[in-house]
């Protein structure tokens, strides 16, 4: 087999516990600030918030806060994050929060520097597809979850109610983070429930990069390696918050997560999820992927389209002997029983059978190029089955 493969991440990745005292000391795209915040008190809880001001105040930064970012964000929080931005003078960005303040700051670093609306830039849907005219604003990450691998991603996920989509935004070389900081012991504060949805959802991340047709020789070892930690790790993690070697190996499983992604397509499992939430927007984008996890994988294992794929993450899951694709199912199972999601019902957040079709259609719709990835065809027909098997 020829080996293949296109990677660049300029992003200064700075890992470890502890890491965030460093931020001072690194060289800043700026002198003041947007300070991205979710409107939750994660930020002050974790005691990220005083570390990270700290250190700006050491390096002679000043910031403005923007404490507005909601799971799964808006449209409307970006365009008003991005006029923050330009009426306080910000000249870069600071994300200090989990997925949905990364993904955000994806969104506002470009809407701050360009002019129209966030839809006239998305590709995909009703966006318009327009081209950035201008480099957005730098941006520097510090992430307060495992679980996306945004940090070190150029990518965000925005919701717009209007249109009820869900669709991911980016991909222009200047929204690529400049300096990322992981610190797992900025995550102790997570409570169990989100860090096992965030768990799940850096696990699909690299689990679905295992399924693709894209794979190749370094986004298979890296995805087995943060499966490996993951899978290990993660009921450690939501037993025990305070476990920093728990939290560490599975903040490492998200961030190489968001190298997999660079290498290697996920694939429509994500599509089927962001329409799920974009329905139903109360929805944790882990929970959702969770709930049909294991019927995704039981429609290619059937299929038998990448039998050896499945076996290697069983054997990484911790079946040592498995020797069958159907392994990687019940090593699923497994793990979400012992991370306590295993009983997570779609009824719960209000989905009823007679919106399947809708689901697989919206899916398409917003991020159809996922499905390319797929190791074979997957219907619309076909989505709207596994989300009908998924159903409770």
Request: proline share 5%.
């Amino acid at each position: 087999m020829m080996i293949h493969f296109d990677f660049n991440n300029p992003t200064h990745l700075l890992f470890g516990s502890g890491a965030i005292s460093r931020l001072g000391k690194q060289e800043l795209p700026g002198k003041k600030a947007l300070l991205l915040m979710s409107n939750g008190k994660s930020a002050k809880l974790s005691g990220a918030y005083d570390k990270v001001t700290a250190q700006l105040q050491s390096a002679g930064v000043t910031w403005a806060e923007f404490p507005k970012i909601m799971e799964n964000p808006l449209k409307s929080a970006v365009m008003e994050g991005a006029a923050f931005a330009r009426e306080n003078g910000c000249d870069f960005i600071l994300a200090l929060g989990g997925g949905a303040v990364l993904d955000a700051s994806v969104a506002v670093s470009a809407m701050a520097t360009n002019p129209g609306d966030l839809w006239d830039y998305v590709q995909g849907g009703t966006g318009k597809g327009q081209s950035l005219q201008n480099p957005g604003l730098p941006i520097v990450t510090v992430t307060l979850t495992a679980g996306t691998g945004s940090e070190i991603n150029y990518y965000g996920v925005i919701s717009n109610p209007d249109t009820k989509e869900k669709i991911g935004f980016g991909g222009h070389p200047s929204l690529v983070p400049v300096l990322a900081i992981v610190d797992p012991e900025l995550m102790r504060t997570v409570p169990p429930k989100y860090t096992a949805y965030q768990g799940f959802d850096a696990l699909f991340h690299n689990t679905e990069v295992m399924m693709s047709n894209g794979l190749n020789l370094l986004s298979e070892t890296l995805a087995l390696s943060a499966i490996e930690s993951i899978a290990k790790y993660l009921p450690r993690a939501v037993r025990d918050g305070g476990n920093l070697e728990a939290r560490e190996r599975v903040a490492y499983g998200s961030t190489i997560a968001g190298m997999t992604m660079q290498l290697t397509s996920t694939t429509a499992q994500h599509s089927m999820e962001h329409s799920m939430s974009a329905y139903h927007h109360n929805l944790p984008h882990g929970a959702g992927l969770i709930m049909i996890s294991v019927e995704f994988a039981r429609f290619f294992i059937e299929r038998h389209v990448c039998d050896g794929q499945f076996i290697k993450m069983a054997r990484a899951m911790g079946l040592e002997n498995a020797d069958k694709p159907e392994n990687f199912i019940t090593a699923l199972m497994q793990l979400q029983e012992d991370c306590g999601v295993a009983d997570l019902k779609m009824s719960d957040y209000g989905f009823t059978p007679d919106e399947f079709l809708t689901l697989a259609a919206g899916a398409r719709s917003m991020q159809g190029g996922l499905f390319a990835a797929n190791p074979c065809e997957l219907t619309d027909k076909d989505c709207a089955g596994i989300f009908e098997k998924s159903y409770r």
